[in-house]
């Protein structure tokens, strides 16, 4: 049974976690993707960026957290949030919206969507150096090791507090987000958007207030995702490279222009990362009593070695884009 | 029109020599040669890419992978033979591991046939997903110790000794038989998929070559590759290096003139007229999707020439070397401001870019001295220890600056497409 707990440990709690984190980056690429007909390359960097705000905010009031009795790093994320939102904003002004005007291929929106990357990238590390950091300043991360009421259960349950935080908080974000897509005008406005934006302009959507309110939510939630994310895990200025391939595989996977397509795609490939890299033998161990003598379980046996995890993404993208471009929920081909 | 186009590309290609020239004089003639040398096999690579994204319109984000791979079939088939591991078990446990494999392989091919004789197709496809799994689990418990008892005899397999130049031609095919397997998968669907499916495989090709200890030697690198013509040991650092960039200005003298032709040709104008309108070329009937594949493979294979040339160039392949920046954006930069689409706007880009790079970094390091002795005199700011570290990543925020304020302001590039009419 310690075996399984095990497995609870490493599979499905940091699932959860992980799953948190691509499901608001993914709620973001796909509003961007559906509404400005992009994919929105920087925004990994705009995770990073979101980080660093609150990171900058952390630094400055380190014990603002202590008073609330949450990190600080978190009470610190609507700030950070309302910020990045603003820069996101400010970033398709400066760079975006002209090339939208002058109506160029939306491929070219995705390479300028790559400068503005690296820009991001260099900044970040010109301010920050390129070292991994801690939110943890003036507090220490709080770990749960619980201890569960089952006989013969040695192995503790073990979870952090930024880890469900990370769930609990991006559960509340999805449900705000649900009501405001399907009851606000606003959202209403964004859905008519996504479906046909010329329809949506003669219909007196004013198209404009629409794009904004995209980069608004998709820079909040990036924000947001790049905060938790690094208060459960640390802060790296790099980290966005990473994450832009699962999240743009669960957007796929989900159907692009689809929130809620966006959620369960990553929360797939969340739990199919973990599963992969998972070392199946102890699982397996306890069984090897009842196995045939001939099976012989090898000490790692995992479905892909942790070094190339970055192929889980990818290879549930090739498989999507093969047999259902659309992803699950039958979002645009676009 | 056409008188001042070309005193417009007198000026420009004028300038460019002079550049090299001060160069030269600045930095001494083996500095010079081995920059030049580095930027032709970058024109190569950056001459792949015009076709892709200049002819075709197609978004590849992972030219590092193509490079790398060509870079390391350079490696195999050039690096001198490696005894150790052909005396050792090596080559018997990795054809046991081929056996397993190609055992797998078949039955999945024979199970692809078996609703021939009666097995619904639903069943079928349950066998082949079964035949898939056991096929990858049985090759990777059986690649791992193989993969050890050749690391442990014999370091990694070496290589094949053969010359360079089968080398270069085999990172090519290669490279375009990876272009082929993600354009078949990509290129029907929009062009971003084809950026987020080559940035993965990019980046999968590179956590391959760092981590296949057995095949790459990874992070411990191979040295020193064999080079196509005499090395610096034998004839001096200006010669060996001259006689390199003589042989590369003749390739890019060859598929410059190849490209020129294939533009102009019929086939060239089925291409442009599929990147202008992809309806109206449907219409009259062009394949699209057959011709974009085509095109993507050819631009494939010609980075990895590229790339084989730049590692053999080199003398040293390290994976974790190859860096998206570097291998991927870079070239970007070289084709949109040298002019997407025109050859000899690429090259002309592919140089003075490489120039602009490489002489970025002590430009860089200069002006963040200036900063920091005045921030000191002045303000008594203390410059954080990395300051250089991080002033070297300004490079980072150029290149976004650059790729972003060409495409607004100057789409075509500093030596636009001629659009021939006929």
């Given at each position: 049974m310690n075996e399984l707990v095990f497995f609870a440990n490493k599979v499905v709690i940091s699932g959860f976690a992980i799953g948190s984190v691509y499901a608001m980056g993914a709620i973001g690429v796909t509003l961007v993707f559906a509404i400005l007909r992009f994919a929105h390359f920087a925004h990994g960097d705009l995770m990073t960026v979101g980080a660093f705000f609150a990171y900058a905010l952390t630094v400055l009031f380190p014990t603002a957290g202590a008073s609330l009795g949450l990190p600080t790093g978190f009470v610190m994320l609507p700030l950070a949030m309302a910020m990045t939102a603003l820069f996101a904003m400010a970033l398709d002004r400066l760079f975006y919206r002209k090339l939208r005007a002058n109506g160029v291929k939306p491929v070219v929106m995705v390479m300028a969507s790559i400068g503005v990357a690296l820009m991001l990238q260099g900044l970040v590390r010109l301010f920050a150096g390129t070292a991994s950091r801690s939110f943890f300043i003036a507090e220490h991360k709080e770990i749960f090791r619980i201890a569960l009421p089952i006989e013969g259960i040695t192995r503790k349950l073990v979870i952090t507090e930024p880890q469900i935080l990370l769930v609990v908080f991006s559960v509340l974000v999805v449900t705000v987000?649900?009501?405001?897509?399907?009851?606000?005008?606003?959202?209403?406005?964004?859905?008519?958007m996504s479906d046909n934006a010329d329809l949506a302009r003669v219909s007196g959507i004013n198209t404009q207030t629409v794009v904004m309110m995209t980069w608004v939510i998709s820079g909040a939630l990036a924000a947001a995702a790049g905060v938790l994310l690094s208060l459960d895990v640390s802060l790296k200025p790099d980290m966005s490279f990473n994450l832009l391939l699962p999240i743009f595989a669960a957007a796929i996977v989900g159907g692009v222009g689809s929130p809620f397509g966006a959620i369960a795609g990553a929360y797939m490939v969340g739990f199919a990362e973990t599963l992969a890299v998972f070392n199946w033998s102890v699982l397996l161990r306890p069984l090897a009593g009842w196995l045939p003598a001939w099976i012989e379980i090898p000490v790692k046996l995992a479905f892909v070695p942790t070094e190339y995890k970055l192929t889980v993404p990818f290879f549930i993208l090739v498989v999507v884009l093969i047999w259902r471009p659309t992803g699950m929920f039958r979002g645009k081909v676009l | 029109?056409?008188?001042?186009?070309?005193?417009?590309?007198?000026?420009?290609?004028?300038?460019?020599?002079?550049?090299?020239?001060?160069?030269?004089?600045?930095?001494?003639?083996?500095?010079?040669?081995?920059?030049?040398?580095?930027?032709?096999?970058?024109?190569?690579?950056?001459?792949?890419?015009?076709?892709?994204?200049?002819?075709?319109?197609?978004?590849?984000?992972?030219?590092?992978?193509?490079?790398?791979?060509?870079?390391?079939?350079?490696?195999?088939?050039?690096?001198?033979?490696?005894a150790a591991f052909w005396n050792s078990q090596g080559p018997a446990a990795l054809l046991g591991v081929a056996g397993r494999l190609l055992l797998g392989i078949v039955s999945i091919v024979l199970l692809r046939q078996v609703h021939r004789i009666g097995v619904g197709r639903h069943w079928r496809n349950v066998l082949l997903t079964l035949a898939v799994i056991a096929t990858y689990l049985t090759f990777l418990t059986a690649i791992n110790p193989a993969a050890d008892l050749i690391e442990g005899q014999a370091g990694f397999i070496g290589g094949l000794g053969l010359p360079v130049g089968l080398g270069w031609l085999m990172g090519g095919l290669a490279a375009a038989a990876v272009g082929y397997w993600i354009g078949r998968i990509c290129l029907g669907l929009r062009s971003d998929y084809l950026a987020i499916a080559t940035?993965?495989?990019?980046?999968?090709?590179?956590?391959?070559?760092?981590?296949?200890?057995?095949?790459?030697?990874?992070?411990?690198?191979?040295?020193?590759?064999?080079?196509?013509?005499?090395?610096?040991?034998?004839?001096?650092?200006?010669?060996?290096?001259?006689?390199?960039?003589?042989?590369?200005?003749?390739?890019?003298?060859?598929?410059?003139?190849?490209?020129?032709?294939?533009?102009?040709?019929?086939?060239?104008?089925?291409?442009?007229?599929?990147?202008?309108?992809?309806?109206?070329?449907?219409?009259?009937?062009?394949?699209?999707?057959?011709?974009?594949?085509?095109?993507f493979v050819l631009g494939s294979l010609l980075m990895g020439i590229g790339g084989a040339a730049l590692v053999s160039f080199s003398r040293i392949f390290d994976p974790s070397g190859f860096i998206p920046l570097h291998h991927t954006f870079l070239l970007w930069v070289?084709?949109?401001?040298?002019?997407?689409?025109?050859?000899?706007?690429?090259?002309?880009?592919?140089?003075?870019?490489?120039?602009?790079?490489?002489?970025?970094?002590?430009?860089?390091?200069?002006?963040?001295?200036?900063?920091?002795?005045?921030?000191?005199?002045?303000?008594?700011?203390?410059?954080?220890?990395?300051?250089?570290?991080?002033?070297?990543?300004?490079?980072?925020?150029?290149?976004?600056?650059t790729i972003t304020l060409v495409l607004r302001f100057a789409p075509k590039g500093v030596i636009p497409e001629e659009v021939v009419r006929h």
């Open positions: 987000l649900h009501f405001f897509l399907t009851r606000s005008r606003f959202g209403k406005a964004m859905r008519a | 029109m056409t008188t001042r186009l070309d005193r417009r590309q007198f000026i420009l290609f004028a300038s460019l020599l002079l550049l090299i020239v001060l160069v030269f004089a600045g930095m001494g003639s083996a500095y010079a040669v081995r920059m030049l040398v580095e930027a032709s096999c970058f024109a190569v690579i950056a001459l792949g890419l015009t076709i892709q994204w200049g002819y075709a319109g197609l978004f590849n984000a992972g030219v590092m992978g193509f490079i790398a791979l060509g870079g390391y079939m350079a490696v195999l088939f050039s690096y001198p033979v490696n940035l993965g495989i990019a980046e999968i090709i590179k956590a391959f070559l760092k981590n296949a200890d057995w095949l790459t030697h990874g992070t411990l690198t191979v040295s020193p590759l064999p080079w196509p013509v005499p090395t610096p040991g034998e004839i001096g650092f200006v010669g060996a290096r001259s006689a390199f960039l003589a042989l590369m200005v003749v390739l890019i003298a060859v598929i410059y003139m190849l490209l020129q032709r294939a533009y102009q040709s019929p086939w060239g104008r089925i291409i442009r007229a599929i990147r202008d309108n992809e309806t109206a070329a449907a219409a009259m009937g062009k394949d699209v999707n057959r011709r974009r594949l085509q095109i070289m084709v949109i401001l040298g002019g997407a689409g025109n050859n000899l706007g690429t090259l002309f880009g592919a140089v003075l870019v490489y120039i602009i790079w490489v002489m970025s970094e002590p430009a860089t390091l200069l002006v963040f001295d200036f900063i920091r002795e005045t921030g000191s005199q002045w303000f008594d700011w203390v410059a954080p220890a990395d300051l250089d570290s991080r002033a070297l990543q300004m490079r980072v925020f150029i290149i976004g600056l």
